[in-house]
């Protein structure tokens, strides 16, 4: 796949997931911004993706797309939604390409001419043929994200697969790093890296005769899909952060009406862009627990900026900027955010809150909660049924929705702007519950 349809299937499924096939397909294509075309045309894509890469998805090519992800416990154990990391973002071409050099290196080490002289004749007459620049960009592209590894002498350069790992280890100590990687990736942020490990690593014990049963101890219930499919922008952002690069992307905002748009490619039939271009020094990326989102701060031509990761789109990498700017952008941002919640830059205000001790419990996990979520906030005074939290945070939107998720043993003493608030709230909720 092209890194443009990549953007465009990272959206799809995030619809798809969110909506739960509430939409028909001229809703659906509306939304996204796309033709009820080219939506035919991407999910018959996942599809044939879903289907060779999942064994325990059907072979029928007529079953519906928004069927295969649910929200079972039992399916939950591979997150569905990873196929598409799975998935190549390449063309076909060079998939191919790529698949015939790694397993050719996998039996013995190869010079790159050896390697073109290999393709040449393997490859079907249909797939055209490579030349010795695109063997050696492969092999480049292949040692970077640590596939392969040059072997150390003279020229010209062999190369092999960079499996040490699994031939270094045990089975059984395979074992054990397969139980590791399977909690981590399933319990810590990011996620997706985990998972792909985690399959190499599945796929390498099932050859040496492990049933699947003994390979799936746990099983997981994953609440925020999006987030995995998000972290399709998160490695290149740290990427551009490591290396101080600007970086231009089109952006959708959560309240906007579409969400995607294709490139204006046919200078013959223009059409109106969706989305705003944005272009920034990207400073730092932040996790939202409460709600499973990632986003985006760094400068642009209005200073400060913040962006939810889930709206952008087409990115690309500028130039980079001197150490001495991106320095000082960063202390200015760090000083911006030093008490916020989360990524809030508004005025800071002190807020004070009584937290009711359970009455029956042994332990006081009300006060091991607040302690351990409770951020740079102290408890400054204490009683036998009650204690009494402070903290200074910038603005109070970002940190209602955790004192909400305390419900009762949760009182609001200061400012009196946000007691009103709660109250309110609380009043609208139990309108909720009022009988009929």
């Given at each position: 796949m092209?890194?443009?349809?990549?953007?465009?299937?990272?959206?799809?499924?995030?619809?798809?997931?969110?909506?739960?096939?509430?939409?028909?397909?001229?809703?659906?294509a509306?939304?996204?911004g796309?033709?009820v075309?080219?939506?035919?045309?991407?999910?018959?894509?996942?599809?044939?993706v879903?289907?060779?890469?999942?064994?325990n998805?059907?072979?029928?090519?007529?079953?519906?797309?928004?069927?295969a992800?649910?929200?079972?416990?039992?399916?939950?154990?591979?997150?569905?939604?990873?196929?598409?990391?799975?998935?190549k973002?390449?063309?076909e071409?060079?998939?191919?390409?790529?698949?015939?050099?790694?397993?050719?290196?996998?039996?013995q080490?190869?010079t790159?001419?050896?390697?073109?002289?290999?393709c040449c004749s393997?490859?079907?007459?249909?797939?055209?043929?490579?030349?010795?620049?695109?063997?050696?960009?492969?092999?480049?592209?292949?040692?970077?994200?640590?596939?392969?590894v040059?072997?150390p002498?003279?020229?010209?350069?062999?190369?092999?697969?960079?499996?040490?790992?699994?031939?270094q280890?045990?089975?059984?100590?395979?074992?054990?790093?397969?139980?590791?990687?399977?909690?981590?990736?399933?319990?810590?942020?990011?996620?997706?890296?985990?998972?792909?490990?985690?399959?190499?690593?599945k796929?390498?014990?099932?050859?040496d005769?492990?049933?699947?049963a003994e390979?799936?101890?746990?099983?997981?219930?994953?609440h925020?899909?999006?987030r995995?499919?998000?972290?399709?922008?998160?490695?290149p952002?740290?990427?551009a952060?490591?290396?101080?690069?600007?970086?231009?992307?089109v952006?959708?905002?959560?309240?906007?009406e579409?969400?995607y748009a294709?490139?204006?490619?046919?200078?013959?039939?223009?059409?109106?862009?969706?989305?705003?271009?944005?272009?920034?020094?990207?400073?730092?990326?932040?996790?939202?627990?409460?709600?499973?989102?990632?986003?985006?701060?760094?400068?642009?031509?209005?200073?400060?900026?913040?962006?939810r990761?889930?709206?952008?789109?087409q990115?690309?990498?500028?130039?980079?900027?001197?150490?001495?700017?991106?320095?000082?952008?960063?202390?200015?941002?760090?000083?911006?955010?030093?008490?916020?919640?989360?990524?809030?830059?508004?005025r800071?205000i002190?807020?004070r809150?009584?937290?009711?001790?359970?009455?029956?419990?042994?332990?006081?996990?009300i006060?091991?909660?607040?302690l351990?979520?409770g951020?740079?906030?102290?408890?400054?005074?204490?009683?036998?049924?009650?204690?009494?939290?402070?903290?200074?945070?910038?603005?109070?939107?970002?940190?209602?929705?955790?004192?909400?998720?305390?419900?009762?043993?949760?009182?609001?003493?200061?400012?009196?702007?946000?007691?009103?608030?709660?109250?309110?709230?609380?009043?609208?909720?139990?309108?909720?519950?009022?009988?009929?």
């Amino acid at each position: 796949m092209a890194k443009e349809s990549f953007d465009k299937e990272i959206q799809f499924l995030r619809m798809l997931v969110l909506t739960s096939g509430a939409f028909n397909r001229q809703q659906f294509a509306e939304r996204l911004g796309i033709s009820v075309h080219t939506f035919d045309k991407t999910t018959r894509k996942l599809k044939d993706v879903a289907n060779s890469l999942q064994a325990n998805l059907p072979q029928e090519q007529d079953r519906e797309l928004s069927e295969a992800i649910r929200f079972r416990y039992q399916d939950s154990a591979d997150p569905l939604l990873l196929f598409l990391f799975r998935a190549k973002s390449v063309k076909e071409t060079e998939s191919e390409r790529l698949s015939l050099v790694i397993a050719s290196l996998h039996e013995q080490t190869m010079t790159a001419k050896e390697l073109l002289d290999h393709c040449c004749s393997s490859l079907s007459m249909e797939m055209p043929m490579p030349d010795e620049k695109t063997i050696r960009s492969d092999l480049k592209y292949l040692e970077e994200v640590g596939v392969i590894v040059r072997e150390p002498g003279p020229r010209p350069y062999r190369y092999r697969v960079q499996n040490d790992l699994i031939r270094q280890l045990t089975e059984e100590e395979l074992l054990d790093l397969f139980d590791f990687v399977d909690v981590m990736a399933n319990t810590q942020v990011p996620s997706v890296q985990g998972y792909l490990l985690r399959d190499g690593l599945k796929k390498q014990l099932l050859r040496d005769g492990r049933s699947p049963a003994e390979l799936e101890p746990f099983l997981y219930k994953y609440h925020y899909y999006s987030r995995i499919v998000d972290e399709a922008h998160l490695f290149p952002l740290l990427d551009a952060i490591r290396r101080r690069c600007k970086v231009r992307f089109v952006y959708f905002s959560p309240k906007s009406e579409k969400s995607y748009a294709s490139k204006n490619t046919n200078p013959s039939f223009p059409r109106e862009a969706g989305g705003r271009i944005e272009q920034l020094v990207p400073i730092k990326v932040v996790y939202d627990h409460q709600y499973g989102r990632w986003y985006l701060l760094g400068f642009g031509r209005q200073g400060l900026r913040k962006y939810r990761i889930e709206g952008i789109t087409q990115m690309e990498e500028l130039e980079t900027v001197s150490e001495e700017r991106y320095r000082a952008q960063t202390e200015e941002l760090m000083k911006r955010i030093q008490t916020s919640w989360l990524v809030d830059t508004g005025r800071p205000i002190q807020i004070r809150v009584r937290f009711f001790n359970p009455p029956t419990s042994e332990s006081n996990f009300i006060k091991e909660r607040v302690l351990l979520q409770g951020q740079w906030g102290q408890v400054v005074e204490e009683s036998l049924d009650s204690f009494l939290y402070e903290i200074t945070v910038n603005g109070t939107t970002e940190i209602r929705p955790w004192l909400r998720s305390f419900g009762s043993s949760c009182e609001v003493v200061a400012p009196p702007s946000l007691r009103r608030e709660m109250i309110a709230e609380w009043k609208e909720i139990r309108a909720y519950y009022e009988s009929v």
